[in-house]
């Protein structure tokens, strides 16, 4: 018997006939949010890592959105401001009896309406971001990009 030594290559055995690959994953990808397609990260047949970025949307009109949000938030804390001043004043006018105690019940709704308006705001302003990042789609798998179908992203 001859030692020799085994190294790494191509093994020259090729089988032919018929039949089917198949997958172990697949992943189709698709846009949670609508917009122009400015830019597309891959060519057909590409291997791609997890997290690659695939394509870009437009992201402008989210981030309009996002200040105005933003904005809007602004405001209503500067108002929720001036609800609270109010409250403390009243309530010091109240001691005095020099306010009806409905003006104060009435004032501390106030604020709690305005409390309740913030947190909308706020909700709004992440949504917003979310939109954002919504607009870099990325790889969720490993693999082999396949068949490109369609590049519109409008619903």
């Known amino acids: 018997m001859i030692a020799v030594h085994t190294k790494k290559g191509a093994i020259g055995v090729y089988v032919t006939g018929l039949g089917n690959v198949t997958p172990l994953y697949t992943d189709m990808v698709k846009s949670r949010v609508d917009g122009e397609l400015m830019e597309v990260h891959y060519k057909e047949g590409d291997i791609v890592k997890k997290g690659d970025p695939l394509l870009d949307i437009d992201p402008r ?4 959105a996002l ?11 500067a ?3 001036n609800a609270r001043v109010d409250q403390a004043r009243y309530e010091t006018l109240l001691k005095q009896n020099a306010i009806p105690e409905q003006q ?8 709690d309406q305005y409390i ?7 909700g709004v302003i992440n949504s917003a971001k979310l ?3 919504y607009c870099h789609i990325t ?8 068949d490109r179908k369609s590049t519109r992203l409008n619903s």
Request: cysteine-free.
């Open 61 to 64: 009109p989210y981030q309009v």
């Open 67 to 77: 200040e105005q949000a933003e904005g809007q938030l602004a405001r209503d804390q």
């Open 79 to 81: 108002i929720l401001a």
């Open 104 to 111: 104060l019940a009435t004032q501390k709704a106030m604020v």
């Open 116 to 122: 309740g308006t913030v947190k909308t705001d706020q």
């Open 131 to 133: 939109n954002i990042v």
């Open 139 to 146: 790889a969720e798998i490993s693999g082999r990009i396949g």
